[in-house]
């Protein structure tokens, strides 16, 4: 069975950082694609970065480039997304996201097809 456990959020000023985690269970890491996305209120979720399977090809949306950083620890089934220069744009709930890795949907963009979902980490990042 599946599950995905985010932590790490919280409220912040603005420049500051976090680090949110991204705790699978029921599989094993290395070849799953692992996305982040976030919704903000009142607005759609958006995904937010990405890492492909085994080569670990990173991708990111434009508004968070050079400032947020997806990361992997194979060994503690655990993924992370560092963010730093926080702004008040960044607030919402985000979401630890995967798919399962198959021949068909292995040239798909990462954030693209997730199957399976965390129940989500609040930021907050006051104006």
């Known amino acids: 069975q599946v599950q995905l456990v985010e932590s790490g959020g919280g409220s912040v000023r603005p420049g500051e950082s976090l680090r949110l985690s991204c705790v699978a269970s029921?599989?094993?890491?290395?070849?799953?694609?692992m996305a982040w996305f976030r919704q903000a209120p009142g607005k759609e979720r958006e995904g937010v970065a990405c890492s492909s399977g085994i080569e670990d090809i990173t991708h990111y949306v434009d508004s968070v480039k050079g400032r947020f950083t997806i990361s992997r620890d194979n060994a503690k089934n655990t993924v992370y997304l560092e963010m730093n220069d926080l702004k008040s744009e960044d607030t919402a709930v985000y979401y630890c996201a995967t798919r399962v890795p198959t021949i068909a949907t292995e040239n798909l963009g990462c954030l693209l097809g997730m199957q399976f979902w965390g129940k989500g980490t609040r930021v907050t990042v006051p104006s």
């Open positions: 029921g599989f094993t890491l290395d070849y799953y694609p």
